[in-house]
């Protein structure tokens, strides 16, 4: 079925189904989002002055151009940190306003408030550090609010047999936003100073934004242009009952029964565990590379962006075999959420595990990329699975799962940080040994955890209003 669905194009008008169109929409959506996390720690390489960190001595050596700017290490752990703080801020409430107002709009104010605080960036960071830090709060907020819309966004457009491919175009655009803007930053950096990134990135965005704004609506239901009626239809007969009756105002939030939901748990330790690795291969490995291998990464913008290019092709091409499967009847959809969990999380499990044998940086990058590859199993994994679990609640599932597995992404840098503080080489070199050991760790409890308590089956909470009807909250439509 949805093999044909996607080969003949059913219900699709003019050369391209809407549904595709918005799918599209967003992962550039989301790529802009991930493009503006990334742009920042490349800007601010061309923003300081190394000079005068480096109490005056020459930086020849580095090759780094000088920028306006003294602001010592800990100042930019400090501004980082206020993109993670913005990110947890607003995570939980865009979600639930995503499911009950407009995901829509919360995309496009998410969206907004990056390209704003974008163009705003080079003035603030004139007028003081925290003011600059503070357009990185704003940026952060957007960033915490994109996945839960986006999550919301396609439980409401996709069809379940092609929620695999629609997530996956979808949420394969954070990795190309990644790409673009490490190359993009990088040369408009070079070419025309450090802010121009700020403007020209921030202004392309209202490109996006309006074209967004007219063309998508927040469901099928509610799209009245550029669409044929029989793509609606199908779309909404595919997704049943609790998707076609169009109410804005589900029913309260069912948190005791999703916290003693052992699939939610699943997916909750599923991600959890599988952004352990994946900070430690994005953000701690390119410093072991540095401290140890005496490789710096992050000067050779072709080589750091490599992983995530590959990623966003083995996304795309892992969801389409995945579809094509489970449309021949060979697998069913849980199967195919564990078959992409795994490959998240043994891959990048054996790569962390064989690097710290491998004593040369190239090794290094390419288990690197490797490992970063497989992680894009997650979106058609476990990422993707909060909505067959609870369509109605999607946003908030995975506002609820992102927001916990924001945690290693704070505690992680600090905890490698103090275990490889000594001078000696050979107990830093074994203190990292142990730090990657003990990230493969939590990729085996991912791994069991998962396999054994995963599940695409829609959870009978979901339709609370309908089996509790004493649970429906005042201001509920009488329809
Ligand atoms: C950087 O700092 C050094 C030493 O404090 C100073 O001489 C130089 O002019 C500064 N460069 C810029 C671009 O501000």
């Not at 290490?73 to 400090?78: Q, T, V």
């Not at 710096?296 to 389409?320: Q, R, V």
Request: charged share 10%; with cysteine; hydrophobic share 50%.
């Amino acid at each position: 079925m949805a093999s044909e669905a996607l080969s003949n194009g059913q219900g699709r008008t003019g050369l391209i189904s809407t549904r595709y169109i918005m799918a599209m929409l967003g992962s550039i959506g989301l790529a802009i989002i991930y493009g503006f996390k990334v742009n920042v720690s490349i800007a601010i390489i061309s923003m300081v002055n190394h000079t005068a960190l480096n109490n005056g001595s020459s930086n020849s050596s580095v090759g780094l151009e000088d920028g306006p700017f003294v602001w010592d290490n800990k100042m930019r752990g400090l501004i980082h940190s206020m993109y993670f703080t913005g990110y947890l801020i607003s995570m939980i409430p865009s979600g639930i306003v995503a499911e009950k107002i407009s995901a829509k709009w919360v995309m496009n104010i998410a969206v907004l408030l990056n390209a704003v605080a974008s163009i705003c960036s080079p003035v603030a960071a004139h007028i003081s550090p925290a003011a600059f830090a503070a357009m990185r709060l704003i940026q952060g907020l957007g960033g915490g609010a994109s996945f839960p819309a986006m999550h919301v966004m396609i439980a409401k457009w996709a069809p379940p047999k092609e929620r695999n491919v629609i997530g996956s175009i979808i949420y394969a655009g954070t990795a190309l936003g990644t790409v673009i803007s490490i190359l993009l930053t990088g040369l408009i950096a070079a070419d025309m100073g450090w802010e121009a990134v700020f403007y020209i990135e921030g202004g392309l965005c209202f490109i996006w934004f309006t074209v967004w704004w007219i063309a998508i609506a927040d469901s099928p239901a509610d799209q009245r242009r550029f669409i044929s009626a029989q793509e609606r239809s199908y779309i909404l007969s595919s997704l049943g009952n609790s998707e076609s009756r169009h109410e804005k105002e589900t029913s309260r939030i069912p948190l005791r029964q999703i916290f003693s939901s052992m699939p939610f748990i699943a997916i909750l330790v599923a991600h959890f565990c599988s952004n352990c690795g994946w900070y430690m291969l994005l953000t701690q490995l390119p410093t072991y590379m540095n401290e140890v291998l005496h490789f710096d990464l992050k000067t050779n913008a072709g080589l750091s962006s490599l992983p995530f290019f590959c990623m966003w092709l083995f996304t795309l091409i892992l969801s389409y075999v995945l579809t094509k499967l489970q449309g021949a009847g060979v697998i069913t959809l849980t199967f195919s959420r564990k078959i992409g969990t795994l490959f998240a999380s043994v891959v990048p499990m054996i790569c962390l595990v064989i690097v710290s044998y491998v004593g040369n940086a190239l090794g290094a990058v390419a288990l690197m990329t490797i490992g970063v590859t497989c992680i894009g199993g997650m979106y058609c994994g476990f990422l993707a699975n909060h909505i067959d679990i609870a369509p109605n609640f999607a946003g908030t599932l995975v506002a609820i799962t992102n927001a916990v597995a924001t945690i290693p992404g704070i505690v992680m840098p600090n905890v490698v940080g103090y275990l490889t503080s000594s001078k000696d080489p050979d107990e830093k070199l074994f203190a990292w040994k142990m730090i990657f050991f003990a990230t493969a760790v939590f990729y085996v409890i991912e791994i069991i955890v998962y396999w054994i308590f995963g599940t695409a089956k829609e959870q009978p909470w979901n339709k609370t209003d309908s089996s509790h009807p004493q649970a429906v909250p005042l201001g509920r439509n009488d329809d």
